[in-house]
């Protein structure tokens, strides 16, 4: 099978995005919710999705941040298209095979609200950008736990599926803390923490992503030896 979709697209576009972030924070105007008189981007006074605004908090046009990252987060249907090619890969297991259908399409719902987030700027759609932004994960928690039970039962080194494994705990953790938490519209202090967690969720995310494209990999090597 080729290795384009489920291997070399989602290596790119972990890449891409991180890469875009990066551009992003550093062409941030600067402002966040509490306070428009920051200088810059903070790491853990500014949301991710702050980059993505047609104007920062400080009220300066925002271009070049929100180009950079609104593409990022919409290139991430092409993470959620990748998958659908996945289970391909496990056609030799019925079982495995079943799993990695049901998981590739919650992956691919989850990285459609993830396009979502990018094509819906908080400051012109906040109730849709919200709506994307929450609900993107929770597609991610059962989408985990199947590829987790996937890479177990299949011939693919264990340390694929315990770096998944890892990852469902903390995405599962974090779809907890978003039911759980507080506005951060109320306190900097919460804004503080939602901010920070939401940043190593998100690291935690592309990790496994990245992750995920060698365990696949591995699995057509193995696929292709028979």
Known sequence: MDNFWPVKVLRVVSVFFLGAVCIGMYWYPGGNIHNPDQIGYSFTRNFLS???????????????????FNTGMFLFVLVGVAFLYVPLLFKEDRVNYRLAVAGSILFLLGTVFFSGVGLTPHDLYLDLHVFFAVNAFRFLVPGSLLYFIVLLRSSVANRFAWVSGVYLVCVASYVGYQIMSGNPFDSAEEMIRQATIQKLIVIASVINIFSLSFAFGHQARLQRAH
């Open 50 to 68: 702050d980059l993505g605004g047609y104007e920062s908090h400080s009220g300066a046009v925002n271009f070049i941040a929100a180009f950079f």
